[in-house]
């Protein structure tokens, strides 16, 4: 398929693109001479197909490319249409749209996702490519090492341990985190009565590099948990107040369920549904969702404000995905 004048020239580039569907599915990029393409023709190209871009060459936040082909795997999941439509939808086929989180990031933009295999803990390091300032988000006691080990190969500078709610493991980590990188500031929020260098609030900024995290306040897990936005990437960091097909758990002090129930729908919900959730825990391998996939298939946050209420007041925490959320609470809280 080529693409019009009128629709080259939203790229402000003189590029055609062609869909090729006979045997190996690919997408063929062309221009005149090197241009460099906003990686958002490929963020869309990738909500258009369904199919995932494997692309060869990456410049910063560009990408330069000359009569190169960029192969597209075959399908990673169906196609769900909805009434959702974006920008490169409208010019190819009008009405169809999925609902796929949109990919990728920002080429100055760094994520990697670390597991603590012991408590299925996630642990997220963030930077500025550019810069190297970075933060880390839930570090655990144990895997400090495994951390530090990752900052001091990528040459990153890690300028806060944040967490995102009262976990005694998180909160050691933090602390001993300080010891080897004396000038990384700890921040959690007010709410949780510690000690940190810096006390966060909803509404709070957290800058790293160029890019910043917005601090939403969550509570109903406990009253101090927080989720950590980063609006221009299109993610967030829900630690437990929005697990994967789940929540935290309301059964112990500060726990309430209709609490949480606003949060994740004030706070998590009113997001784009296109923005990808980052959990602080899964028990299943699964590794991230998105807030359309949670407002649709979680089976605990599909219900009404009373149905739910009523589930979280007669959950059976014996099942290990729920008890194993316990092993991180201080003794005040159990």
Same mark, same amino acid.
């Given at each position: 398929m080529l693409l019009s004048r009128e629709e080259q020239s939203t790229f402000k580039s003189d590029v055609y693109v062609h869909f090729q569907n006979q045997g190996s599915p690919s997408l063929l990029v062309e221009c005149n001479s090197n241009q460099r393409i906003p990686m958002s023709i490929f963020s869309s190209a990738l909500r258009f197909s369904g199919r995932n871009v494997r692309i060869s060459r990456q410049i910063s936040s560009c990408l330069s490319v000359s009569n190169q082909v960029l192969n597209l795997s075959k399908p990673a999941i169906s196609a769900h249409v909805s009434n959702e439509k974006s920008m490169l939808t409208h010019g190819f086929s009008k009405g169809f749209s999925t609902h796929i989180e949109r990919q990728p990031h920002s080429g100055d933009f760094f994520l990697r996702q670390l597991f603590d295999r012991e408590s299925c803990t996630y642990t997220y390091l963030l930077a500025d490519a550019y810069s190297k300032d970075a933060v880390l988000i839930d570090? $655990?006691? =144990?895997? %400090? +090492?495994?951390?530090? =080990? $990752?900052?001091? *190969?990528?040459?990153?500078?890690?300028?806060? @341990?944040?967490?995102?709610?009262?976990?005694?493991?998180?909160?050691?980590?933090?602390?001993?985190?300080?010891?080897?990188?004396?000038?990384?500031?700890?921040? %959690?929020?007010?709410?949780?009565? @510690?000690? @940190?260098?810096?006390?966060?609030?909803? /509404?709070?900024?957290?800058?790293?590099?160029?890019?910043?995290?917005? $601090?939403?306040?969550?509570?109903?897990?406990?009253?101090?948990?927080?989720?950590?936005?980063?609006? *221009? +990437? /299109? $993610? @967030?960091?829900?630690?437990?107040?929005?697990?994967?097909?789940?929540?935290?758990?309301?059964?112990?002090?500060? /726990?309430? #369920? +209709?609490?949480?129930?606003?949060?994740?729908?004030?706070?998590?919900?009113?997001? #784009?549904?296109m923005l990808r959730l980052y959990p602080g825990h899964d028990y299943r391998g699964r590794t991230v969702t998105s807030v359309l996939e949670e407002k649709r298939y979680n089976p605990r946050l599909t219900k009404s404000r009373e149905e739910f209420i009523q589930i979280m007041k007669t959950l059976n925490f014996a099942h290990a995905t729920d008890n194993q959320m316990e092993h991180s609470l201080p003794e005040s809280f159990k």
């Open positions: 570090p $655990v006691i =144990e895997l %400090i +090492e495994r951390d530090l =080990e $990752v900052v001091k *190969e990528l040459e990153l500078n890690i300028r806060y @341990a944040l967490s995102t709610h009262m976990h005694s493991d998180h909160s050691t980590a933090a602390l001993k985190l300080k010891k080897y990188l004396p000038s990384c500031k700890t921040v %959690i929020s007010a709410a949780s009565g @510690a000690i @940190a260098d810096t006390l966060v609030r909803h /509404g709070d900024i957290i800058h790293f590099g160029r890019h910043q995290l917005e $601090v939403r306040a969550t509570p109903g897990h406990t009253n101090c948990c927080v989720t950590y936005v980063c609006h *221009e +990437e /299109g $993610v @967030a960091f829900t630690g437990d107040t929005l697990l994967i097909r789940g929540c935290g758990r309301t059964d112990f002090d500060q /726990g309430d #369920p +209709e609490t949480l129930y606003n949060s994740i729908y004030n706070q998590i919900f009113s997001l #784009p549904n």
